[in-house]
C-alpha cells in the first residue's frame, strides 16, 4: 500500500556563530543536513506501525513528506499507486496527518473547523454532515461539539485534531505523537480510536515515546536513528535482534542511545531550516 | 477553483469577525479616532488663535528716556506690560522668554527726529517663538502708529494737508491683490493632504491586522501546516487570505470614509465660515470617485502585508517588517504635502504616491485629467498583482512554510 523506497530528505544549516557543531554527525555535509538518508520500508493496508526513533532522528520530517507537506531530495514513495511528488493531489485525498503541534483554530467550534475541512476535501454536504456526527459520537465529542476550541483542554483539542484528520476518510493516517501531554483517560479513547482505524481498514503510521503503546498496538515497528532507517520488522523480532527482553532496551540497544556519548551528539546537533 | 477560496475565505472572514478585540479596534480607529483626531486639531488651532489675542506680552524699552512720547504710546497700548530690565541684558531677556520683545530707543532719538532726520528704533523679538508673527504685529503697532504721525507732521510742514494727496504721495503705485484660488483650492492642498493621509493610514493599518493574523499566525500557531496538505492548489489558499485583508482593509477605509463624512457634516454647522464653504462645494459624485481611489490601494496594500507575513516566520517578525515597510508607504503618502509634486509625468506612475495625489486633487476639485486615473489605477494593480504572485511563490516554498 505505501512504498518508500530509498528515500533522503536534505536540509540547508543554519550555523550559529561562535558555537561548534558536533564533530562528527553524519549527517551534516558542508552546510548541508541530510535529515533523512536511504530510507526504505513497504507498509501493507490496515496495518499499524509505530515510528520510533529519538528527538531529531528524522521521524517528523519523514511523516511530513508522507503527508506531502515536504518533498523529499531524493527517492521515491507511492500510496496506492500514487507518487508523492507527481500525484500529491491524490495522495492528500487519502492521508490524514495530526501534526506534533496541535493546529486548531480556536475561534471555530470543533463542529465549524470539522465542516471547513471536509469542504476542503470536497466531501458533499450530506456526507458530511454524516460523517462529523460519526466521529463526534466516537471520539467522545458530543459535550463540546459547538464550543469555541479556545476554551478545550489540552485532552479535547487533541480529540479534535484527530477528527481534523480524519474527517475525509483517510486510507493512510499519520500521527505524530498523539498521545504526548495527555492523561490517561483520553490517551486511552485515542489508542482506542487508532485501533478502530486497523478494524476499518485504514493504514495508522505513528509515532511515539511511550513503548507500551507501540507493544499494545503496532503490527510493526520501524525504527529511524539519525536519519537512517534501522529496523523494519514486529515487536517480537525487534526484541529477538538485539537479544533483550523489553522493547525499550531493545531500542537503545538497535540505536546505541544508551551510551551517553552518542546522546550528546544528539543534544548538540545544529539547527536547521525546516525540519524539527 | 472559485470553491477552495470561496471556503478558506469565509472560514476566515468568520473566525475574524469573531476576534472582539480586532472588531472594537476596527469600530474605534475608524469611528472615533480619525473625527476626534480632526476636530481636536481644529477646536486647538481655534483656540490658540484666540489664546494669542488674550495673551499681555511682556515688553522693555531700553533707552526710553530718549524718545518720551513713543514711550506713552506703547503705555497706552492695550495687552503689553512693561517691565524694566538692564540695558545690557535686553536680548538675553527675549531669548530666555522673560518678555516677549523689546525697543532699544538711540540716545539722540528725539534730537534726530526735531532735525527732520530719520531714526533706527531696534526691535528685538525672537524669530524661534511659534507666535514670532504675532508678537511682531502687535510689538510694532505703538512704533508704526508713532511713525506715521511723525510722517503726518513732516507732510502737513511741507504743505500736503489733505489725506489723499498724503497717499498719492507716498504711493504713487499701487496695487490691488486678485486671487483667482477658490477657498476650495486654497484650503484643499492642506486638507486634501490630511485626507489622504488618514484614509490610506486606515486602510493600510486594516489590512496589516488581518494579514498578521491569517499567515504570520497561522504558521506560528502550526494551523498552516495542516493547511498546505489539503487538496487545495497553494494560490488558491493564498487567494482565499488575500481576499479577506482586501476586505478588512476596505471596511476600515469605508468606515473611515463613513465617519468622517459624518464629521464634515457636523463641522459645516459648527466650523469656521471657510471650511463650511469648502465642504458644502464637495459633490457626491466627487466622494464616490474618492472612496473608488481607495479600492486599487487596499488592492495594494492588501498584496504587501500578505507578501510580509507570508515571508516573516513569527508573528512577531511579520510585526516587526511590516512597521518598517510602512515607513516606506507613509513617505509615499506623504508626498501629498510637498507643494509643487503634481500628478503630472513621473508621479502618476509611483505606486501609493499617486493615490495620495489624486485624493488631494479631488478634495480640492482640480482634478480634471481623467485619463491619468486610469493610468494611476492600472499601475497600483499591477504592483498589487506582482506581490501577490510573490506571495504564492513563496508560498509553495517549504523552507516559508516550516520557517522555525
Known amino acids: ?276 | 477553483m472559485t470553491s477552495g477560496v470561496l471556503i478558506i475565505f469565509l472560514k476566515d472572514l468568520r473566525e475574524s469577525l469573531r476576534n472582539r478585540r480586532a472588531v472594537i479596534r476596527m469600530f474605534l480607529l475608524t469611528g472615533l479616532v480619525v473625527p476626534f483626531t480632526g476636530h481636536l486639531l481644529l477646536s486647538f488651532a481655534d483656540k490658540s488663535r484666540e489664546d494669542l489675542s488674550k495673551v499681555v506680552l511682556d515688553y522693555a524699552i531700553a533707552g526710553e528716556q530718549n524718545l518720551p512720547e513713543l514711550v506713552k504710546g506703547y503705555e497706552a497700548e492695550k495687552g503689553l506690560h512693561r517691565v524694566s530690565v538692564p540695558d545690557g541684558q535686553v536680548e538675553k531677556a527675549v531669548r530666555d522668554k522673560q518678555i516677549r520683545f523689546a525697543l532699544r530707543i538711540p540716545t539722540d532719538a528725539a534730537q534726530t527726529l526735531k532735525s527732520g532726520k530719520g531714526v533706527n528704533v531696534e526691535f528685538i523679538y525672537h524669530q524661534g517663538d511659534p507666535s514670532a508673527v504675532a508678537i511682531k504685529d502687535r510689538g510694532t503697532a505703538a512704533l508704526q502708529a508713532f511713525s506715521e504721525r511723525q510722517r503726518n507732521w513732516r507732510l502737513m510742514f511741507l504743505g500736503v494737508a489733505r489725506e489723499n494727496d498724503r497717499a498719492i504721495l507716498l504711493d504713487p503705485v499701487s496695487y490691488v491683490v486678485v486671487n483667482t484660488a477658490t477657498d476650495r483650492e486654497r484650503i484643499g492642498f492642506g486638507l486634501g493632504g490630511i485626507v489622504a493621509y488618514a484614509f490610506l493610514a486606515v486602510c493600510l493599518m486594516g489590512c496589516t491586522f488581518a494579514a498578521l493574523d491569517l499567515v504570520a499566525g497561522e504558521k506560528e500557531k502550526g494551523t498552516l501546516e495542516i493547511l498546505v496538505i489539503a487538496p487545495v492548489p497553494r494560490r488558491q489558499i493564498v487567494l482565499g487570505k488575500y481576499l479577506v485583508i482586501f476586505v478588512f482593509g476596505l471596511v476600515y477605509a469605508t468606515l473611515s470614509a463613513i465617519s468622517l463624512s459624518a464629521w464634515l457634516v457636523y463641522e459645516t454647522s459648527h466650523g469656521s465660515d471657510i471650511v463650511r464653504n469648502v465642504i458644502t462645494q464637495i459633490t457626491p459624485r466627487e466622494v464616490f470617485l474618492l472612496w473608488t481611489t481607495l479600492v486599487p490601494v487596499t488592492a495594494l496594500f492588501a498584496a504587501h502585508v500578505l507578501a510580509v507575513s507570508t515571508y516573516s516566520r513569527s508573528y512577531r517578525e511579520a510585526t516587526s517588517l511590516i512597521s518598517v515597510a510602512n515607513v516606506l508607504e507613509a513617505l509615499l503618502v506623504m508626498v501629498a504635502f510637498v507643494p509643487g509634486i503634481s500628478l503630472r509625468g513621473t508621479w502618476s506612475l509611483v505606486p501609493v504616491s499617486n493615490l495620495s495625489l489624486m485624493i488631494r486633487e479631488l478634495i480640492r476639485g482640480t482634478l480634471d485629467n481623467y485619463t491619468v486615473v486610469l493610468s494611476i489605477f492600472s499601475s497600483t494593480l499591477a504592483v498589487g498583482l506582482v506581490l501577490l504572485l510573490f506571495s504564492t511563490a513563496w508560498f509553495r516554498r517549504e523552507a516559508i512554510i516550516y520557517r522555525d
Open chain 1, 1 to 276: 500500500m505505501l512504498e518508500v523506497k530509498s528515500l533522503g530528505k536534505t536540509f540547508p544549516l543554519k550555523r550559529r556563530k561562535g558555537k561548534n557543531t558536533a564533530a562528527g554527525d553524519p549527517r551534516e555535509h558542508g552546510m548541508l543536513f541530510h535529515a533523512l538518508r536511504n530510507v526504505s520500508f513497504n507498509l501493507r493496508r490496515g496495518e499499524i506501525v509505530g515510528l520510533l526513533g529519538a528527538n531529531g532522528a528524522g521521524k517528523t520530517t519523514l511523516m511530513r513528506i508522507l503527508a506531502t507537506s515536504l518533498q523529499p531530495t531524493s527517492g521515491r514513495v507511492s500510496l496506492l499507486g500514487f507518487d508523492i511528488v507527481k500525484d500529491a493531489g491524490e495522495v492528500r485525498q487519502r492521508v490524514g496527518f495530526l501534526s506534533g503541534g496541535t493546529g486548531l483554530y480556536n475561534r471555530l467550534s470543533p463542529h465549524e473547523l470539522l465542516q471547513f475541512y471536509g469542504e476542503l476535501y470536497g466531501i458533499p454536504r450530506g456526507r458530511l454532515r454524516s460523517r462529523i456526527e460519526s466521529l463526534v459520537e466516537e471520539l467522545g465529542m458530543g459535550g463540546f461539539a459547538h464550543r469555541p476550541i479556545d476554551g478545550l483542554s489540552a485532552g479535547m483539542k487533541q480529540r479534535v485534531s484527530i477528527a481534523r484528520s480524519l474527517v475525509h476518510s483517510p486510507e493512510l493516517v499519520i500521527f505524530d505523537e498523539p498521545t504526548t501531554g495527555l492523561d490517561v483517560p483520553t490517551a486511552q479513547i485515542i489508542l482506542n480510536h487508532i485501533e478502530s482505524c486497523r478494524n476499518e481498514g485504514k493504514t495508522v503510521i505513528f509515532s511515539t515515546h511511550h513503548m507500551h503503546e507501540i507493544e499494545k498496538l503496532c503490527d510493526e515497528v520501524v525504527l529511524i536513528h539519525e536519519g537512517v532507517s534501522r529496523f523494519q520488522g514486529t515487536v517480537a523480532q525487534m526484541k529477538s535482534r538485539a537479544n533483550c527482553v523489553h522493547l525499550d532496551d531493545a531500542y537503545l540497544a538497535l540505536t546505541g542511545e544508551g551510551n551517553p556519548s552518542a546522546l550528546d551528539r544528539v543534544e548538540s546537533r545544529p539547527r536547521k531550516v525546516g525540519a524539527l
